[in-house]
């Protein structure tokens, strides 16, 4: 059974940073691409970042260069460091599987003053 289950979401002022950690079960997590997604209030899912198999990552425009993806394959686990955070960034974020198209349960982000 594929599990994905994200944590270390909260409240970040604005100029904060927040590490997101994804650990993935029932998978052999060293071959997968993996995703962040995230769904602001009243917008659709969009994609965050990805990473791959090899640790090729791609990021949108709005978050590139104050995010980072990463992935630990001993832990099983991908993380997306994200900094400067904007009231813009809050949102659930998701962590995604898109070979198999599994979801996590998603994690809070907001950033308010």
């Known amino acids: 059974q594929v599990r994905l289950m994200e944590s270390g979401g909260g409240l970040v002022q604005p100029g904060g940073s927040l590490r997101l950690s994804c650990t993935v079960s029932g998978i052999v997590f060293r071959f997968a691409e993996l995703d962040w997604y995230r769904q602001a209030p009243g917008k659709e899912r969009e994609l965050v970042a990805r990473i791959s198999s090899g640790g090729t990552t791609n990021y949108v425009d709005t978050v590139k260069g104050r995010s980072t993806i990463s992935r630990d394959n001993a832990e099983n686990t991908v993380y997306l460091q994200m900094n400067s955070l904007k009231p813009e960034d809050t949102a659930i974020y998701y962590c995604?599987?898109?070979?198999?198209?599994?979801w996590g349960q998603g994690t809070q982000v907001t950033v308010s003053s």
């Open positions: 995604h599987l898109p070979q198999s198209y599994h």
